[in-house]
């Protein structure tokens, strides 16, 4: 029904920037609110950032200042520009959207990307 594509990811060195880019598809009324979560090899995974249809965003502490969450509300397609890139922010990323399917159906669902890895080298 509804598919997640995301892309952007890669190598980088510290102090460098990427973008992320995730793609939603299928059968859409709405979507409510996107973003993306990441997880490092044995840690827990963690919100980096969000964004509602209506433009309020919410970002982790730990990339406040770097990290810009933005979407193209037309395309069903949001981004994820990341700065000053830290070896700490070295993870798998995963991006996900809460989407209405119909106007006479269930509320929002989760719906999740595949993930993409960012590796920032020292």
């Known amino acids: 029904q509804v598919q997640l594509v995301e892309s952007g990811g890669g190598l980088v060195q510290a102090g460098g920037s990427l973008r992320l880019s995730c793609a939603a598809s299928?059968?859409?009324?709405?979507?409510?609110?996107m973003g993306w979560y990441r997880q490092a090899p044995g840690n827990q995974r963690e919100l980096v950032a969000r964004i509602t249809s209506g433009g309020g965003t919410n970002y982790a502490d730990s990339v406040k200042g770097r990290c810009t969450i933005s979407s193209d509300n037309a395309k069903n397609t949001f981004y994820l520009q990341m700065n000053s890139l830290k070896t700490e922010d070295t993870a798998v990323y995963y991006c996900?959207?809460?989407?209405?399917?119909?106007?006479?159906?269930?509320?929002?669902?989760?719906?999740w990307g595949q993930g993409t890895q960012v590796t920032v080298s020292p």
């Open positions: 996900y959207a809460n989407i209405r399917t119909k106007l006479f159906g269930p509320r929002g669902l989760d719906y």
């Open positions: 299928g059968s859409i009324f709405i979507i409510i609110s």
